[in-house]
C-alpha cells in the first residue's frame, strides 16, 4: 500500500467522521423538535488494492443514516386537539408541501381546526381520517371536516310531570280553554320541540272534578300552531287522573295529543305522562300524587332538543373524535386515522417533520388506532423528541476523537513523503 493511499484513507476517514458529527448535530438541534426522531451514521469501509491473496483496505465512507423509532416521551399540553401516539403508527396528513400536492406522514401531533373547519396541522396540512354517519364509519379516509358539523334537532315525544295536586281542591267552573286560568285549579309550564328544532311554551293546566278525579289540558299560543290565532291559547292535548282515597294515581288516560306547528311535521303527538299509576301495576306513589296540601310540581322529564352548534371536542384513545354541541348532544363525528408500513425505515425524511412513502417503504396501510402494529392515541398531550442529549454527547465526542485520529493518518502520511523527498538532500 503506497503512502499517497494512506493520505487518501486519512482523507475518507475525515470525511466520513465530519459527515457522521453533522448527523449527530442534526439529532441535538432537534432535541425540542415535537415528534422527531433520531437518525445513526451508519458506516461502510471501503476496499483499495491487492496484497497476495487478500484485500486491502481503502478507507471509510457513510453509508447512510438510519431513522430510529423510538417512542418519545409524551408530555400533556392541556390542548385537546393536540395529539400523541403511543406506540406505532403515523398521522396522515395531506397537502401541498414544498410545492409538491402529496400525501404525507408524521408523529408531530399538534393539530387545529383551520377557517373552513378542517383539522389541519402546523402547516396547514389537513389530517386523514374517516367520517362518522349516524354512528357507521366510511370506509375511505379522507379530510376530517368538523367545524361545519351541526346536531339535528329531535322533535319532543314524551313529556313527563311529577306532581302533588291538591286532594282537597274545589272544583272551578267548567273548562273553558279561552279562560284557563279562572278554570282551573292549578297550573305548570314546559318547553317542547317540534320537527325543525323549533321552541314552544307549554302551559299544562289541571282542574279537579271531584272524588279523585282530575283533568288536564296543554296548552300553546295559537300563533305557533297552523291555522291558529296569535294570542289565542290553544289545546294540543288533554286527558284524565285518577287517584285512590290514599292519594295513589290509580289511572291515567290521554284523550286527545296533537299538535300541527307551523312549517313542521303535522300532527305531532307528545305522549303526557304523570308517572307511576296502579293499573299499569305500579305503586302508584313513584309519580303524581294527591295528598292534602298546596298543589305543587316536583319534576318535568321532556325530551326532544333544537339544533346545536359545535362548542367543544373530546377524543378518544382509539381516535374517535366526538362532537360536544351547545344543545347538550354528544354524537360521534369523525375517526382518525394511522399509517404503518412494511419497512418504516424505507421512509424518506421530506422537512417539518413529515415523512413520504417509497418504493422501499411499501404503501401506507391505514386503519384506526389500537388494530394491527398502531398504537394508541392521548388527547391533550404531544410526543417529544426521542433525543437523549447525553448519548448524543458522548457519540460526538467519539466521533470528534475518531476524527482527530484520522487527521493524525493524514499527517503521518504527510511526513513519510516529506522523508522520502527529503532522500535526495
Not at 129 to 151: E, I, K, M
Not at 184 to 197: E, F, K, M, Q, R
Request: glycine fraction near 16%; charge should be negative; aromatic fraction near 6%.
Amino acid at each position: 500500500m503506497s503512502i499517497t493511499n494512506s493520505l487518501y484513507i486519512g482523507i475518507s476517514g475525515l470525511m466520513a467522521h465530519g459527515d457522521a458529527i453533522s448527523v449527530v448535530g442534526d439529532n441535538i438541534a432537534n432535541a425540542s423538535t415535537v415528534g422527531y426522531k433520531r437518525n445513526r451514521a451508519s458506516f461502510s469501509d471501503l476496499l483499495g488494492g491487492e496484497l497476495g491473496a487478500q484485500r486491502l483496505g481503502g478507507g471509510v465512507r457513510l453509508g447512510g443514516t438510519q431513522t430510529m423509532y423510538e417512542q418519545g416521551s409524551i408530555t400533556q399540553t392541556g390542548n385537546n386537539m393536540d395529539l400523541a401516539i403511543s406506540g406505532g403508527g403515523m398521522f396522515v396528513v395531506k397537502g401541498n408541501h414544498g410545492g409538491h400536492d402529496g400525501q404525507y406522514y408524521t408523529r408531530d401531533g399538534r393539530f387545529q381546526l383551520d377557517n373552513k373547519g378542517y383539522v389541519v396541522d402546523q402547516h396547514g396540512m389537513r389530517l386523514q381520517g374517516y367520517a362518522v354517519t349516524n354512528s357507521q364509519r366510511s370506509t375511505s379516509v379522507g379530510d376530517l371536516a368538523l367545524g361545519a358539523h351541526q346536531s339535528p334537532p329531535v322533535p319532543t315525544t314524551k313529556a313527563g310531570m311529577t306532581l302533588n295536586l291538591d286532594a282537597n281542591a274545589v272544583a272551578p267552573a267548567a273548562w273553558d280553554p279561552a279562560n284557563p286560568n279562572t278554570t282551573s285549579n292549578y297550573a305548570t309550564s314546559t318547553t317542547v320541540y317540534d320537527s325543525l328544532g323549533a321552541a314552544h311554551h307549554v302551559d299544562t293546566y289541571f282542574r279537579s272534578t271531584g272524588g279523585g278525579q282530575w283533568e288536564w289540558h296543554a296548552m300553546v299560543d295559537g300563533g305557533e300552531l297552523t291555522g291558529g290565532t296569535a294570542g289565542t291559547p290553544t289545546e294540543i292535548g288533554s286527558g284524565t287522573m285518577t287517584f285512590d282515597a290514599s292519594g295513589k294515581l290509580a289511572a291515567q288516560t290521554t284523550i286527545a295529543s296533537s299538535a300541527s306547528f307551523l312549517n313542521a311535521q303535522p300532527n305531532q303527538a307528545i305522549a303526557f305522562n304523570f308517572g307511576d299509576d296502579l293499573a299499569s301495576g305500579g305503586t302508584g306513589l313513584a309519580g303524581t300524587t294527591s295528598f292534602a296540601g298546596a298543589s305543587s310540581v316536583s319534576g318535568v322529564d321532556v325530551d326532544g332538543h333544537g339544533s346545536g352548534n359545535l362548542v367543544d371536542l373530546s377524543i378518544s384513545d382509539d381516535g374517535k373524535i366526538t362532537g360536544i354541541y351547545d344543545n347538550g348532544d354528544k354524537l360521534d363525528i369523525a375517526q382518525i386515522g394511522l399509517a404503518t408500513f412494511a419497512s418504516q425505515e424505507g421512509l424518506e425524511r421530506v422537512g417539518d417533520g413529515m415523512m413520504s412513502a417509497t418504493a422501499a417503504s411499501g404503501q401506507a396501510l391505514i386503519d384506526i388506532a389500537g388494530t394491527g402494529a398502531r398504537g394508541s392515541l392521548v388527547s391533550g398531550a404531544l410526543e417529544a423528541s426521542n433525543v437523549d442529549l447525553g448519548t448524543e454527547l458522548v457519540t460526538l465526542i467519539a466521533y470528534q476523537r475518531a476524527f482527530q485520529a484520522n487527521a493524525k493518518t493524514v499527517t503521518t502520511a504527510d511526513e513519510m513523503m516529506n522523508d522520502i523527498n527529503n532522500l535526495k538532500r
